[in-house]
C-alpha cells in the first residue's frame, strides 16, 4: 500500500481538480486526509491502484511524494495513539503522517508513513 502527499495551493477547486484527475483516470480514492496550514495545504491518498494514480499525478504534472503505508489495528480506546507514537519515537522512527483508514466495531486500523516503514513495521506488528 503507497501514501500519495500532494501540496496544493490553498484556493478553492484545488482538491476537486486533483479528485478529478484520479475519478478520470478509473481511481477509486480508499482513504484521504487533508490539511491547510497557512497558504499551503497538503492531501495525502491511498488509492486503489497505485500505478495508475502514480500515472494520472504525473501526466497531470501534479507534484506528490509517495510513501510506503505501514497499518496497525488498534483497539478504538485512549491511549491507543500515544502507544504507537511512543513506540516510534523511542525506536527513533520519525512520523511523517498517521490517519485513519478503517473502522470496524471497536478496532481502527491506522496509516502511519514513518521515515522507516520496515522499522516501523516491525514495531507495530
Known amino acids: 500500500m503507497r501514501d500519495f502527499a500532494i501540496h496544493l495551493s ?5 482538491l476537486g481538480r486533483v479528485a478529478n484527475i484520479l475519478s478520470r483516470a478509473g481511481v477509486n480514492i480508499k482513504s484521504v486526509a487533508a490539511m491547510v496550514i497557512g497558504s499551503q495545504g497538503m492531501v495525502r491518498l491511498i488509492c486503489n491502484d497505485v500505478d495508475a494514480t502514480r500515472h494520472a499525478l504525473q501526466e497531470a504534472n ?6 510506503e503505508v505501514v ?3 488498534r483497539e478504538n480506546r485512549a491511549g491507543e495513539l500515544a502507544d504507537v507514537a511512543d513506540k516510534l519515537a523511542n525506536a527513533g522512527v520519525n512520523l511523517h503522517a498517521v490517519y485513519v483508514v478503517g473502522l470496524e ?12 516503514a520496515k522499522k516501523a513495521k516491525k514495531l507495530l506488528e
Open 10 to 14: 490553498h484556493k478553492p477547486g484545488e
Open 105 to 116: 466495531g471497536d478496532l481502527v486500523e491506522l496509516a502511519v508513513i514513518a521515515d522507516d
Open 62 to 67: 501534479i507534484r506528490f511524494e509517495e510513501h
Open 71 to 73: 497499518t496497525t489495528l
